[in-house]
Every structure is written in structure tokens, then in C-alpha cells.
């Protein structure tokens, strides 16, 4: 399972340096402007492993510690943000502190009920961040954009830094998951093709105020980037 991991975070510093670099983001002949969100990943990767192949715990924070990907290694969560439920796995949603600074971790797990309790397996992916780096990645979009075009590249940027593989949808992929980080409030009238984000929870990270919005059905695995419709 220590591929599955490695490839989310290689899939997600891809797309990063990609949109932090490359100064050419609209050029006609940029390669990943006409790809999908889709397009990430293969179909061996995003495989799940069954639920008999997997150590289950009474509890969301023992299974997230049971985590031994170096990477990802948790002893404690400082927050659980989000637990978004599907029929038989789920995403969690959550702040650790590391060195001194806050990470926001999403793992997915596979859940099961026995005796009327909700068991969770060992984490079968995970994708994560600092807010620190999100205000860097905020910071150098800031300056290759006026503040209309730079909202809407900083939503482009979650959408392929996050669960651009699908990885973390939920009952076969007919719950597609997408959400960010943001640092303002102005985050709450966002409209992804039209549609308003399930929710928009206000957190604390490092100090500060930081809005984590999610979709829990919001369907772009056809939609080239720069064609989704983004608006506030």
C-alpha cells in the first residue's frame, strides 16, 4: 500500500510545480491543457484491496496512526475536520502538527460494521498539505494573475492537487469528491459549473483562519481544466 501513497503525493507535487513554473499555463501547446482531471492515473493504481486484505480498528484516530508510510506517519490528529460516509469506505478529513506547523491530511478508508459498530481499515490512500505551502502556492499565483483569474486558478490547482485521480471517491466512484484550502471568506459563494460546494467549514491552521470547502458529487472527470466553469 506504500505505492498508493507515494503515488498520490507524486501525482499532487506534479500538478504543484506544474502550476508554480510553468509561466505558460495558457500557451496553445502546453501538453496538460487539454487533459482531464481523470487522466492521472491507471486503472491498477486506483484498484482498491479488498476488505479481507486489510486490519480494521474500533476507531478513526487508531486506524489513521496505524499508518507506515513515512511520509504520512501520524501519532496524533490534532483535529478531525470532516468524515464524509460512503457505503463501505470513507474520507477523512483532518489537521496534524508536524515540526510546529499544521498539515491537513485526507486518508481514505474502507469501513465495515460489526456488532452494530463501524469498524475502519488501514489507510488505502492519502494526499496531504501544509498551509504553508498552499500560501506559497497562493502567493506565486498571485503574481502571475489579476485577482479574478487568480481565484480561479487557485480552485484549478486544488481540483488537480486533490483527488485528480479519483482515488478518493467513494461507492465506485458514483461519490466523487473534490475540495480545497482557502484563505478567505470569500470562498463561500464559489460555484464550480454552477454549483455550490456541500459545505464550507472556517478552521484554524497555524494560527490562522482557513476555509476547507467540499463537493460531495461534483462530476469533472470530462471537463478540461481551463474550460471548468469557476465563478464567486
Sequence with gaps: MKRACYITTLVGIIFLLFIILNKSWKSEDNKLEGRTLNEFASEEYLKEKDASELKFYPTIEEAVCSCDWDEYSVSRIEKVVKVIQGEDSCDV????NNKEKDNFYTFKLKTKQEKQKILYSEPLYAVGTSWELEKYRGRELEKRY???????????SCLGFFNST????????????KWGLHDNEEIKTLAIDEKRPTEVVKIKMDGEVVYFWY??????????????????
Aim: aromatic letters at 12%; a negative charge; proline letters at 0%.
Design 146 to 156: 489579476d485577482k479574478e483569474d487568480c481565484f480561479k486558478q487557485k480552485i484549478i
Design 215 to 232: 463537493y460531495e458529487n461534483l462530476n469533472l472527470e470530462n471537463a478540461k481544466m481551463q474550460e471548468i466553469n469557476i465563478s464567486h
Design 93 to 96: 478529513f483532518f489537521i496534524v
Design 166 to 177: 479519483g482515488a478518493f471517491s467513494l461507492d465506485k466512484n458514483n461519490k466523487i469528491i
